[in-house]
């Protein structure tokens, strides 16, 4: 023990000694300084391991001077430029240096591993400064500074922290889960399948996910300012911008927040095809800092680029499929920082309402976080083996070419024909030569012999430009379509395949959009001979969406939404072809056009709604008609309204609705008051009169149609600017009626901050109006709510990419382009005319409606079809698929789908929940069914809960009994259709009751009947 204290001794001796003649020496070399500081050493690396810093001062005032000590870090989660230790002395005048020893003791997450249990995050941070300032007197204030020193010092790494609690024989005994970060992604794939965009203004929606592990959090608000992150996509471009749009710009990708502040970072293209970057310096900047490209991205090529930011430079590769090995290169090196934050706001690839999107693909989109890529590390080449049909949409296919060139020469035979009539009209000088007959006569006339005796199409086209029917290109693909219509109208699919199949592959040459959609209807199903090719189908839908066809759009949308023919599964895909078609489906009803049709949800099976259909030539529309004729005011007022949506099996006709919206309103009725002004407020069927459509919709209202006032409303916001008024109306329209457009006009109100007197924006209750509206079937607030669902940052709700698709799908699935084919299926189905009806419902299955599934499943199943489709799977089972437990759903598909099930033996658990939704629905049949799969196979006792069937300890045990219960229970049924179920399952209860009966008392059948048997004989042998 006294050798240990004199060892003590000895080293502080020393030690003292040492310092002694350091500070003797400093003395010496510092006699002439006045004020002094320094750190004598600073250690490689600081950590909390019996670390001190030597300090060096000397004051030259006898009044106390303060110096400070502080080791800092920039910037943690939530403060900036925060000291991670500090410490603080005071020193008076002295002729010597003086030393002083800090023990370092840093914060702990900048010393310590993270521990779970105490809840301690160790911060990824590595460097720090330390500073040492000497202050003029004992306050720390900035202006008083007489010297200060800055160091750079490092801490340890983080995996070479020690842990900060000292752990037991068993650490897992203390630990009650294990201390392991979860995998976080850092390539974050946006786009993993080729996107549409149509120059539209709406986009595919994406937010990046927020970090989990603190050090990563940190570290990402650490570099707000000096973000480091990559964007690689793949990129097709048909066109730079649309022709239809005015805007100078067109989206790749930008990034908004829900009150559509901008952003970084944001690509766009000119017209000229160069790309635009914008990025901002901080939050709310509204201008931002723009740099675009010198070369243009070349068309109808794929190419790849790779936008690069590194804290305050951005850098942009560009390599095409034609020269891959030039890149284009563009570097910006910024005078300011950037502030991007990739959690807040939301990601738009595409359009918005602010700026549309280009014309064209993106093929593929990944975005690297947290890294800035080298050339050298950009993915080399783009697989195109899993896109087979993006090269193959173009018009610039050889058999498009062909038909062309076809054109082309129909036209050069037109023009000689026209010469050759103003020939016959024109005298000549020399009239001996009229003897012969000129060349370009001769050229025509063997022209026309030849294609007239091969039935080439080109003579049609002739004809037709002969007759001026057609003008262009476009109007050729028109007639084209129209006859390959007509053809399938025939009702005589097996004569006329080849045609149709021609016709519609030259329509698509000549740029006609519905042909896409007709022809992928032969190549989905495998009709006409055809193979059965989805991946030719797919070509078809996007060269038909790119061109705006409706059924090509709403086909893409619907394979995303379910996943279906390779498609993956993405809501937010969906969302992009459905929302384009759910605009389209909103101008159609604002705007409609005479010759279109309103989708009806009409099934097949229902025999007493297809019955009730008022037809154009059937006997209830004469009726109907000579009523209104006769002065009827309510027969006026349907006509015109039957007319004006094309419903009920009439075809819409604007002007003869208006004609009648007219008559009624001149025997006031209010409703034709209210359809007259609309009319006359639109200019729809009539010339418009803003004047006089205000008097009809007043004098609606004045005789009891309150729900006019919707109109007068909108009159005073959008024309007069007078919002108290517009307020007025639609409050007392809503507070009397409930007026679901009038809601939607009031959560307008609101959204804007146009709400008399408070004039504030508030969201909240906008949604509750618009919430209220779309579930009752206001159109624009349907688009409302799938808008805010899908691209989220709502302040009410939360971003859901399924709600968004639903809500934009049921807009575009009530389309007039969609009703218009239905209709036809219909009146075919009327007309008895079954392979019409099948092809035309086939068109609205591929586009992804419900309707369109069950009644070509329901005429599938009735005509025999199912030598060329599996009725169930191809269509019923998909029906129920669409519906998912609904309780509307059709109870001919559920019994078919759930006997198919049953009689093929593959799914019985599934046929089993058929039945009890088809039992549900008030159907007994689904009872009964399920009776007999008891009789086949034993079924868990809890399957009869669901009827209301519960059994006593006897009856469970014994089969027999158990399906006598049940079949009495079938019996006792109280529905619709129990009058139908009563028959069968008394004749199974009869059947079960005498096979109990036989079981139970068999023996006793025996020796009755051997009884009958001997006293018989016993009397015929006497």
Known sequence: MKMVIHAIHMFICCFYLANSQISKEYDRILANELDYIDVKSIPAVLHNDNVYLTILYKCSLFTRRRISLAIRIERNLYRYNFAVFRRHWFCQKSTRVQTRYIHVKLHRSLAYASDSQINLQSWPIEHGQLYLTMYQNEHEKENEIIKTLQYKVKFLPVHERPNIRSFRWSPPMNRRTEGVCQTEPEIIRTVNYPLLLTGGVYGKHFVLPAYKEYSLRLEQHTRVTRPKFSILFWIFIEDYCASDVSTMHCAILQHLTFNNTHLSPELFLNREGQITVAMFGYLHDLYGIGARTFAAIPKKEWCRIAFIVNEYSWTIHINCASNWNQPIVATYNAPNYFYSYDELGTFVIGGTDIVPSFRGFIGQMDVYRRVALTYEQLPKRFDLSSMPFVPSILQDSPQCQRHMRSFKQCLEQYDLFSARLQDKLTCTAQPYRLKTTPQHCLLVRTWKKQMMSTNDVRYRTFRALRRQQVNSTTDVGNKLYELAVKLLESDNLDLVCDRVIAWSEQAICYGHPAAHSLLAVFHQFGLCGLKRNSTRALELFFSGALRHDRLSLLALGHRHLYGLDNVPKDYD?????????????????????????????????????????????????????????????????????????????????????????????????????????????????????????IRQIEQAVEHGYLGAQVALGFHAYEIEKNYTKAAYYWQNCFDKTYDIHCAHNLGVMWTAGHYPPQYVADHARAWGYFSFAAQRGQIDSKLVVSYHNARGGHPVIIRDPWLGAIWSRHVAQDSSGLGTIVRRALEAYRDRRWQTAFLFYLQAVIAGNELGYFNAGYLCKEFKNETLFNCVEDFLNMYLMMHDNNINTDSYALLTVGEYYQSKKVNLTKAMQLYVQLYQTGNPQGLYNLAQMEEEHELNHTNWDKFDIRFDESTASDRYRRLQTIYQHCRSLNTDKSDESYIPCTLAYLRISAIIFYQEHFKLLVTIILLFITTFLFFYAV
Do not use: C
Request: charged fraction near 20%; hydrophobic fraction near 35%; glycine fraction near 10%.
């Open 573 to 693: 895909a969906a969302y992009v072809y459905y929302r384009e078609m759910a605009l389209k489906a909103k101008n159609e009803f604002y705007s409609p056009k005479s010759g279109e049709a309103a989708m009806e949800y009409i099934r097949l099976t229902d025999d007493k709604l297809i019955g009730e259909l008022t037809f154009d030539k059937s006997d209830s529309f004469y009726w109907l008609k000579q009523q209104a004729i006769r002065g009827v005011a309510s027969a006026q007022n349907r006509l015109g309204e039957l007319m004006y949506a094309g419903s009920n099996g009439l075809t819409r006709n604007i002007q003869a609705a208006v004609e009648y919206f007219r008559l009624g309103a001149a025997q006031h009725d209010p409703n034709s008051h209210f359809g007259y002004g609309l009319a006359l407020l639109n200019g729809q069927g009539t010339k418009k009169n803003v004047t006089e459509a």
